[in-house]
């Protein structure tokens, strides 16, 4: 069963668009809830391809867009509302999920397939950023999985003249260098950063999990350095951390990915998690 472009109702008005890949058995099945990263979007890449492989492999799979990634229901892929980006936040995004997770526990059509003492949190980039920093806040979460995911979010910041500039301007720009957008940062996302710095702390959020966690990273990815997942590892030394060799960023994907099967190195970290999972159980 494939629910495509369920639009979930969030806390800041605009629709969260998911997807759910399952097999209907009537069996309860271990729950995968996965998040994007920054300038993503759920059908990104080989990110449809993911989704199946874990159905096939018995998991209830859930994958979302952010209400604030810039996508609309009319157009979920690529960002025709960037005002929408512009007024992202982290805290928002942790509202995003929380609503996927509370929308999975609630939904009276799902309740003979769920397992829900068994859900795992997967993250891509910034992605695994927020799952991290949910799942120490949310202990209905079993399992949290980063994919090349982040260790800081304050550094991603701008400094010095850029960030005096950003607040003169109340807006700041970057490029995306795929769709050639002009992509706005409205300063309402560093204040609200600032306004949450203890509860945004990655670092503050691994030391008191709970959940089991696994990190997972590519050798050569120099968009989130290997660094990143070493941090965390240190913090938390029962995760479980796995380097993937000569693996990039982006898991192997392109977009758009128009490939029959995964990428070879997302078919890895796949399967690394599909394992993890399984051990916990």
Do not use: C
């Amino acid at each position: 069963m494939i629910y495509k472009n369920i639009q979930l109702s969030g806390k800041h008005g605009r629709p969260i668009l998911t997807d759910v890949n399952f097999t209907k058995n009537q069996t309860k099945k271990a729950v995968v809830i996965f998040a994007h990263g920054y300038k993503g979007f759920k059908d990104w890449g080989a990110w449809n391809l993911m989704a199946t492989e874990f159905a096939k492999q018995n998991f209830f799979f859930v994958k979302f867009s952010f209400s604030h990634n810039g996508g609309t229901a009319e157009q979920p892929i690529d960002f025709p509302d960037l005002k929408a980006f512009g007024e992202n936040t982290f805290t928002k995004e942790l509202d995003d999920l929380e609503s996927v997770i509370d929308y999975v526990y609630t939904h009276k059509d799902f309740k003979n397939e769920v397992d829900l003492d068994n859900i795992t949190l997967i993250g891509h980039s910034r992605g695994g950023g927020i799952v991290t920093l949910k799942a120490s806040e949310d202990h209905r979460v079993k399992n949290i999985v980063s994919w090349a995911g982040l260790s800081d979010l304050e550094s991603r910041f701008p400094k010095g003249f850029q960030l005096l500039w950003w607040k003169l301007r109340g807006v700041g720009y970057i490029k995306n260098a795929r769709t050639q957008q002009k992509m706005p940062h409205y300063i309402s996302f560093y204040k609200d950063f600032l306004a949450n710095k203890e509860r945004l702390n990655i670092q503050n959020a691994v030391k008191k999990l709970e959940a089991n966690h696994l990190l997972v990273h590519g050798t050569e990815d120099v968009v989130v350095k290997p660094i990143e997942s070493e941090n965390v590892h240190q913090w938390n030394p029962n995760s479980t951390l796995i380097w993937i060799e000569n693996m990039n960023h982006a898991l192997g994907n392109t977009q758009p990915y128009v490939a029959k099967e995964m990428p070879e190195d997302l078919q890895k970290v796949v399967q690394k998690t599909i394992a993890f999972i399984h051990e916990q159980s």
